[in-house]
């Protein structure tokens, strides 16, 4: 009871100076509460590296080393130095025919915005390179904007040791963008004698097919089964940036150091994997039917048909979706028609011509072709153009129709026109074998 007293008291007292306060219309003023400060800790004392002083200022790099014993996801490091020279030939189209591993450079930028233009930055530019020792990463990194210059003159003195430029959507965004600071620096881009290989067309070519994202975090992930811990979405890079130039607090941008690292190192580990299998489509190492069906696709593009063939077929006995199986098995007998091997060709098409799938309307259609051009079964034609009408009515197959009855209706002059060529050809024989030998 007494303590509830005591309280009671209190609460009075705490009112009556509220009254007071306010009361007499001056407000009592206490100094301000000052809230911990974290230390501003400059980049090259929070991170292994060195302030470079070139004649066009200053800028920070740093280095890392990736030994060859370790791994990324499935990928030995050691495996990137036995990469063979011309493992980016078919990939390049014959640009790239040989070329040494240790002569690729590995490039991704962080940038101060996503949509390119002249207001854009690439305050961190980060360059991976395969070594005996491993695989080695510079970082070029500009602490205010005033810095790019000496940052893009060293990253130009950096790169004229490498003959081939690797990237993963470099080619649309990460070149053209460094050319475009380097011409507002007044600068050589350094890009012109380099071959520039974008991975990210053959990693489509792959797995689109069965992948809903080909983005390069995303492959790592899925193909070399590396899970990120605590990185930095790429969206927040350029906020996170910005912060940094505010209030040169170092710590806000070394998760970015981190995420360019890791992009460069999986670029190269899919290097490693995405031209192999262009090179040597029997050997790549792809257990998914559809990744087989997108590098058939490419190399029937690109000619290659028998080995296409071979994709296409091994795809079919993996297991594919309803969707790409049907679509595989029209490829495989289109492709038969075209290597002129007419057997295989109508087996194909007569097994999509007997179930129900998007391709059954064009096999009819492609068997009325065989039967009207190949057999001059007339009948058996008009019976597959009559099926495909049932299940598509169009203008062509209506013509197709009415010429096949036509035809239907006078076998008696088609007959005669067709046995003229074989007389001429009896008689012919015939004056031959008359004829005194020598």
Not at 366 to 395: F, G, I, P, W
Request: glycine share 8%.
């Amino acid at each position: 009871m007494e303590d509830l007293q005591e309280q009671l008291a209190e609460l009075r007292r705490r009112v009556a100076r509220i009254d007071r306060k306010w009361g007499s219309g001056t407000a009592e003023t206490s100094p301000p509460r000052k809230l911990p400060q974290p230390s501003r800790v400059f980049i090259e004392q929070l991170m292994s590296g060195e302030v470079v002083h070139t004649p066009h200022g200053e800028h920070f790099e740093t280095e890392r080393l990736w030994e060859r014993h370790r791994r990324h996801g499935s990928m030995d490091i050691s495996a990137l130095a036995e990469l063979p020279e011309d493992l980016l030939d078919q990939l390049s189209a014959g640009a790239i025919a040989q070329s040494h591993p240790a002569k690729w450079a590995f490039l991704d930028t962080e940038t101060t915005g996503l949509a390119g233009g002249a207001g854009t930055y690439a305050f961190l530019i980060g360059v991976g390179s395969i070594e005996p020792e491993g695989f080695r990463l510079r970082q070029f990194f500009m602490r205010d904007f005033g810095e790019e210059a000496s940052q893009l003159s060293r990253l130009a003195e950096y790169l004229a040791r490498f003959d081939v430029l690797i990237t993963y959507n470099g080619k649309s965004y990460d070149q053209p963008l460094l050319e475009t600071r380097y011409r507002m620096a007044r600068a050589h881009p350094p890009f012109d004698r380099m071959e520039h290989l974008d991975l990210l067309f053959g990693a489509r070519r792959l797995w689109k097919l069965r992948l809903e994202s080909c983005r390069l975090v995303d492959l790592e992930n899925r193909i070399l089964g590396v899970e990120r811990q605590g990185d930095l979405p790429g969206e927040m890079i350029p906020y996170v940036y910005f912060e940094f130039l505010r209030t040169q607090e170092a710590f806000r941008v070394v998760p970015i150091f981190h995420h360019n690292a890791i992009d460069i190192l999986s670029l190269a580990c899919l290097t490693a994997i995405v031209p192999f299998a262009f090179r040597s489509p029997e050997d790549a190492p792809l257990r998914h039917g559809p990744d087989l069906i997108g590098l058939a696709r490419w190399l029937d593009q690109g000619g290659r048909r028998e080995e296409a063939l071979s994709l296409f077929r091994r795809a079919v006995d993996m297991g594919l979706p309803d969707d790409l199986l049907f679509r595989t098995l029209w490829d495989i007998a289109a492709m038969e028609k075209r290597l002129g091997r007419d057997a295989a060709a109508l087996a194909g098409f007569v097994e999509l011509a007997g179930s129900r799938n998007g391709y059954r309307v064009r096999a009819l259609e492609e068997l009325a072709k065989h039967y009207e051009h190949r057999e001059r079964n007339h009948a058996m034609a008009l019976d597959m153009t009559r099926q495909a009408l049932v299940l598509e009515d169009t203008s062509a197959l209506r013509r197709r129709e009415e010429r096949l009855k036509g035809r239907m209706e006078r076998p008696r002059a088609q007959g005669t026109q067709q046995s003229i060529p074989g007389m001429l050809r009896t008689k012919a024989r015939k004056r031959s074998e008359e004829s005194p030998t020598a």
